[in-house]
């Protein structure tokens, strides 16, 4: 394993949010039930505010506001975004005001935006779910904030920003340290492919410590194509922005776009059927919008002989569950 990943991180502000490393465990009985070696490396258990993927990136997201001096976050995502209730969360560690610019979702007062009022983020909603009316509403929000007298730290969409991403640039050391200790190699890694950070992280600390997992993103939302495109350029950027020479190339990014179902924040059957046999198989719970459409396409992959037989195969769970409230009625039909 080259240390330059791991000195380039450390040059980096941080703050710590999450509790690390998060466990690496098998599943016993979906590992025969599917006859692969099944893993799972478990960020929903990140440790802050019912955990999951954001928490990594808001180390140096909130590490380089704090540096900065700045005494305000603005962010935004969807009614339920997971990224917006742990920022709201994490500017609580950290000191910060926390501002939130959500596109109206489907299940507005519920789940993860009941989580950002108990935080005491300050939520505005924009009409129309066009990402650029979020955009123009949180320039305005910064305006507003800056003639207040305010430092303001924007976050974009996901946190998928170099300085994001290089929190899962991070994982990849941590998740290489347990798989060198269980002896496992030749791995599969199976995550959610969202804003693509990360994604795109992973590939830069895959690029940079040269290992050769295979990394398959599930799309939540956008064609592939488009997917792969921001995830070899997000994953270069933050190799840039690391200072680290090694590159990722793009034979080497694999999103999936068959399971985006009706959209992002709509799942189909697959996914609802995803996320009942980990609960039912595991006891884990996954979640509608990104966790179980991953699911659904590594289980599609398994049976399409995708993934072979008795393969080594780690899912990334990105976490996610507090959106199953307000889902409640599908959950019950499910169920
Ligand atoms: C944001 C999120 C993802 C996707 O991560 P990106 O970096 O946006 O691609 C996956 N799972 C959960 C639960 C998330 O909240």
Redesign the pocket.
Known sequence: MKPELGAALERLPRLELAQLPTPLHRLPRLSEELDIELWIKRD?CTGLALG???AR?LEFLLGGAVAGGCDTVVTTGGSQ???ARLTAAACRVAGLDCRLVLDRGLHPENGNLLLDRLFGARVEFVADQEPETAVAAMEQLRQRLEQEGRKVYMIPR???VPTG?SG?AAMTLELERQLSSLDLSDVSLY??????????GVMAGRAALGVSWRVQGIS?SRPAAQQEDRVLQLSNETLTHLDLDSATIASDVHVDDNFVGGGYGHPDNRTWEAIRLLARSEGILL?P???GK?MAGLLAHVREGVVPARSTVVFLH???SPALFAYASEVEEMA
Do not use: E, I, P, R
């Not at 995550?191 to 795109?200: M, Y």
């Open positions: 929903d999951g993927n954001k990136k975004s997971n990224h996901g946190g998928s991403a899962y995550l959610a492919t969202g804003s693509c950070g990360t994604h795109s939540v979640d919008v990104y966790s991953a990105t976490g996610g």
